[in-house]
């Protein structure tokens, strides 16, 4: 059994420990307030403007005609994955990065694959094996439609350019504080609706201008929109895991605790008691 000086020791560390946990528990819970009700007033808009690009896609005869609706034979490929700049948010930022990685291992084997990285803890694991097409980390400094629209326009221009044949996006969705669910979509180039998939409301609109003129216009903003709710999404998943691994830790550290607590006590009981028997003895053998 470890010495009195050793149990102490180890309870004041754990205490330390609980106080650091608890505390980030309060920021993620105070940060994600704000998060969530951002990405849940942002959800009903951005799908709402893809329902409206694809209901007017859909009474298009033949193809959008657009540059980003360019299918190509697949040889180049990027994989943007979101992840997050700091830690200690569990399986949140390693079950992106296994997703990532499979795909490219599965899916895109002998393709040449990039990947731009948006989140310091996705690029330093990635960067070690896979070609860094770019790494952002500022964005969640400032997470701004902006910036993100910026961001976006770096991927449009690099599909439109050649550089890529697709593209595709790894984020965290954000459902609640403690479920988070990995997602996988196609960002480029933009897939026509199905026959099967169309549920098109039969409304007569005029349009003004032409419906061609707003389709083309509608679609860039459309994936600056897809990528900057991506980004929310995982920036509000984020916070809602660390809080719930903070939460977690916290009560691992109070069990911790605790059984340290009662071994101490123990120990302490057990050399009081050695002590008495000593006395009492040495005290015999005096009378004898």
Do not use: W
């Amino acid at each position: 059994m470890a010495n009195l000086k050793e149990i102490r020791n180890r309870i004041a560390s754990i205490s330390s420990t609980m106080k650091i946990t608890s505390a980030m528990k309060m920021v993620s819970a105070a940060k994600l307030k704000k998060a969530q009700d951002a990405i849940t007033n942002l959800r009903p808009y951005a799908n709402k403007l893809t329902e409206l690009l694809q209901n007017l896609s859909s009474t298009l005869e033949g193809d959008i005609g657009s540059e980003y609706t360019d299918k190509r034979a697949i040889e180049k490929v990027l994989l943007v994955a979101i992840t997050s700049n700091r830690g200690l948010c569990g399986a949140f930022n390693s079950n992106i990065i296994k997703q990532v990685q499979s795909q490219i291992k599965e899916s895109y084997a002998g393709k040449d694959v990039s990947v731009m990285t948006i989140g310091k803890k996705g690029n330093d694991i990635l960067a070690k094996k896979e070609n860094i097409f770019e790494n952002n980390t500022e964005i969640f400094d400032d997470l701004t439609f902006t910036n993100a629209a910026e961001l976006a326009q770096k991927i449009m221009h690099a599909f439109k350019e050649g550089q890529f044949d697709k593209v595709e996006l790894f984020y965290n969705r954000f459902k609640n504080a403690g479920t988070q669910i990995p997602m996988h979509e196609d960002f480029l180039p933009i897939e026509a609706e199905q026959d099967g998939q169309k549920e098109t409301v039969s409304t007569d609109y005029i349009f003004e201008p032409s419906k061609e003129v707003i389709v083309e216009e509608l679609i860039p903003k459309s994936l600056k929109m897809q990528l900057f709710k991506a980004i929310r999404d995982s920036y509000a998943a984020e916070h809602g895991a660390r809080m719930t691994a903070m939460h977690k830790a916290t009560d691992n550290a109070g069990e911790l605790k605790d059984e340290l607590t009662l071994t101490y006590n123990k120990a302490r009981q057990a050399a009081i008691t050695g002590e008495i028997l000593e006395i009492v003895g040495g005290a015999e053998a005096l009378n004898g």
